[in-house]
């Protein structure tokens, strides 16, 4: 018995590190949170119990309903703009014979510039008037100068196509590593069987990495739904609580209104939600395989 | 005899270490100030390096400790939280009752009676740090909201003055048609609106108010939101007529908020914006504006005469774990730099350093609102103010002259103001970014969003 112990101390050590700091860093905080959220508090320093007060409480602030809908709306938006983007750049850099390493860090460049960098360079890109640059370019069309980022309507898919441009390349390169893991021999048989370029892409391709992007779907759907700094800097959620989502509540609760404990609330919200979203998802999927 | 001495001698000596010994010795008060200037403000952090080396002079138990903190609401809570929070520091006017509410800031009113500063603040300016009697903040300045004006803009629209003041407008609809002749002739925005942030809703209330709203009541004890009476409604037909009837505001509103304002009147984007005199260094120092284009006016009057100034004040706030000697170490210090109610030599040397820094760095030096009432205090501040002038005080005259007026300055909306604020903004929003906003159900919807905030948090008390 002892022995066995014996044989796994190794492995916990190798591990203890990286439990310990995940411990710290991410299971304590989001326990404090959760406790945090059922409690009214002065800052960080917990009063009293409340029980369900403070979810009732955000539940019925007037910004909750646009920013729950709005939430969906930045997800469905980012899976009809983004979640095709990198597996076509993905398939197109694998295809390339020259240069491939250029395009291959080229994608992923935006990824480096820091992530509000990059918020307000595109604000300078939809800025309204004769010096924004999306409007200079749509200039030269003889298009009019627009205030984009006031239309409501297109406010949150122009947010999404900048979401996009700065995080596909991550994704391409994932992509790009599942598609040369596929075994050359498949390629070659379908070419000697007369597959065309479609056939190939139909029939070998995209089955070879369905389980691949299966998963980065749901973790696609896990990161837009906290989408937070880009309306942030981009719109501040306006016009009119247009672009605002569930995470701006989060800091507008936390750092405009100092009341951590309502933050907390909505933050709960949003790890429940995304728990039955990812739960559906899985159910869905596993009854289509059987 | 002789080992007698030696005994004694030996004694004095110890003492002599003892008193050495940091340690041992009475613990020095350290004093850590948040105001302490940034490091690329050079002339700045020189002025205070002469005000620390006059201080510790003159209170040698003391130590000052440099500890820039320029307030920011992402940064506070960990700061304050962790104990690190310098004994004073700056906030912003809207944040007091937020930090007093959350136990951040700590009560001052016992070092402020023991000071007798107390009965020197300015009674409007107090109300804003205290709760109930208790005090919890000294002012750094206090403001009232004016109008800026970039003179240039208007002389290229031919809206002079023969002794070369800008002819500005005296009532909402001549800033209409101002704007409107300013955009006709010069291509640039008459007027720059805020909609991006709280700030926009907190300048709307400053022209609701003139245009005779009120815009929380009180009835039987409870307070009742009062954003869609007829007089904000027709305020709000005015801001949808600037966008679409008259084509004044600049490009995009909602991205306009406090500090935009200041370049876009610097740089002649805008050629009116609201502001007050406590920011004069935004467009002068921080966007290159030169002294002769700039002028402060006052806000226009409204359809039926309303004609207030909205008024608060910048504080400086205390650690809340700041000890009493602490307090009175910060407040000591604000007396060299000639931001006490009191008249020394130091306190007068700190408010010529600031005006000299002031004209170094091209501040116009106008008079500061007056956040303390004591007559000496303030009239050494006009003596200095008028020895440093560098400014003609005909662009600022007619400004000062009307605050000075009985019944023009009025403090910020009681009661959740930031978020009245935010609900205004999301209609100011709506109102700039669609020709067919309907701005009455908007209102009407602001409204009882407002009155919910209300219900739960006010009138249930």
């Known amino acids: 018995m002892l022995k066995k112990y014996k044989k796994d101390i190794a492995g916990w050590m190798i591990m203890l590190p990286a439990l310990l700091l995940f411990t710290f860093f991410i299971w304590e905080p989001l326990l404090a949170s959760v406790v945090m959220s059922f409690f009214s508090a002065k800052g960080i320093r917990l009063e009293k119990f409340v029980g369900f007060q403070n979810y009732i409480e955000v539940l019925q602030h007037p910004d909750f309903k646009a920013a729950f809908s709005n939430t969906f709306v930045y997800t469905f938006w980012s899976l009809v703009i983004g979640f095709l983007v990198p597996i076509f750049l993905a398939i197109i850099i694998n295809e390339i014979i020259h240069l491939k390493g250029f395009f291959r860090i080229s994608v992923y460049l935006p990824n480096v510039i820091p992530g509000l960098a990059v918020a307000i360079m595109w604000t300078f890109i939809y800025r309204a008037g004769k010096t924004g640059l999306l409007n200079i370019i749509l200039g030269n069309l003889g298009v009019p100068p627009q205030a984009w980022l006031t239309k409501a309507h297109l406010v949150i898919p122009l947010i999404v196509m900048f979401m996009t441009w700065r995080s596909a390349g991550a994704t391409t390169l994932i992509y790009l590593a599942g598609l040369q893991g596929i075994d050359p021999e498949l390629y070659e048989a379908a070419a000697i069987d007369g597959a065309g370029l479609w056939a190939r892409l139909r029939y070998i391709t995209v089955p070879q990495i369905y389980n691949l992007a299966r998963t980065l779907l749901i973790l696609q759907i896990i990161s837009v739904f906290q989408v937070l700094y880009e309306p942030l800097i981009l719109t501040n959620g306006g016009p009119n609580n247009a672009s605002t989502s569930l995470m701006l509540l989060v800091y507008k609760y936390a750092f405009e209104k100092f009341d951590y404990s309502k933050a907390a609330a909505v933050s709960v919200i949003i790890a429940i939600i995304l728990i039955l979203l990812t739960a559906l998802y899985n159910k869905l999927v596993k009854e289509n395989e059987m | ?461």
């Open chain 2, 1 to 461: 005899m002789g080992k007698k001495i030696a005994i004694l001698l030996l004694f004095v000596g110890m003492l002599f270490l003892v008193g050495n010994n940091p340690v041992l010795a009475q613990k020095k008060v350290v004093l850590k100030l948040g105001m302490w200037p940034e490091p690329t403000l050079k002339s700045d952090i020189e002025m205070f390096e002469k005000w620390k080396k006059e201080f510790e002079k003159k209170y040698p138990n003391v130590q000052v400790v440099p500890a820039t903190y320029k307030y920011a609401t992402d940064t506070f809570v960990p700061l304050a939280e962790s104990g690190n929070l310098p004994t004073i520091f700056e906030t912003w006017f809207t944040e007091p009752q937020k930090l007093i509410d959350g136990k951040f800031v700590r009560d001052i009113t016992v070092e402020l009676r023991r000071k007798g500063w107390d009965k020197l603040m300015n009674p409007s300016v107090k109300q804003i740090l205290s709760k109930g009697v208790r005090i919890y903040g000294v002012p750094r300045d206090a403001y009232a909201l004016g109008m800026y004006v970039n003179v240039e803009l208007f002389e290229k629209a031919g809206l002079v003055n023969p002794d070369g003041t800008p002819k500005y407008p005296k009532t909402w609809d001549e800033l209409a048609k101002t704007a409107k002749t300013i955009k006709d002739k010069t291509g640039r925005a008459g007027l720059c609106l805020l909609a991006k942030d709280n700030a926009g809703g907190w300048h709307f209330s400053q022209i609701a108010w003139n245009f005779g709203a009120k815009l929380q009541v009180q009835k039987s004890g409870k307070w009742y939101a009062n954003l869609n009476s007829p007089e904000v409604v027709t305020a709000m037909n005015f801001i949808k007529d600037l966008k679409w009837k008259y084509d004044v505001l600049t490009d995009d509103p909602t991205s306009e908020d406090w500090g935009s304002g200041f370049e876009a009147i610097a740089t002649g984007r805008a050629a009116m914006y609201l502001g007050a005199q406590d920011a004069v260094n935004q467009p002068t120092q921080v966007y290159g504006m030169p002294l002769d284009k700039l002028a402060i006016v006052p806000v226009p009057a409204g359809p039926k005469g309303h004609h207030y100034s909205l008024m608060g004040g910048t504080p400086y706030m205390f650690n809340a774990k700041a000890t009493s000697d602490e307090v009175m170490a910060a407040l000591n210090f604000l007396e060299i730099m000639g931001k006490a109610p009191v008249v020394t030599p130091e306190s007068l040397a700190g408010m010529r350093a600031d005006a000299e820094n002031r004209v170094k760095n091209g501040i116009p030096v106008v008079p500061s609102f007056p956040a303390w009432i004591d007559p000496a205090w303030l009239k050494a501040q006009d003596d200095v103010v008028k020895e440093y002038r560098n400014v003609d005080m005909a662009f600022y005259n007619d400004y000062y002259n009307w605050i000075k007026q009985k019944g023009v300055l009025k403090s910020e909306e009681p009661y959740l103001t930031q978020d009245m604020y935010a609900e205004l903004t999301k209609v100011l929003q709506a109102v700039v970014s669609n020709k067919n906003a309907d701005v009455k159900k908007l209102l009407d919807t602001a409204n009882s969003n407002f009155q919910k905030l209300l219900d739960m948090y006010v009138n249930k008390k």
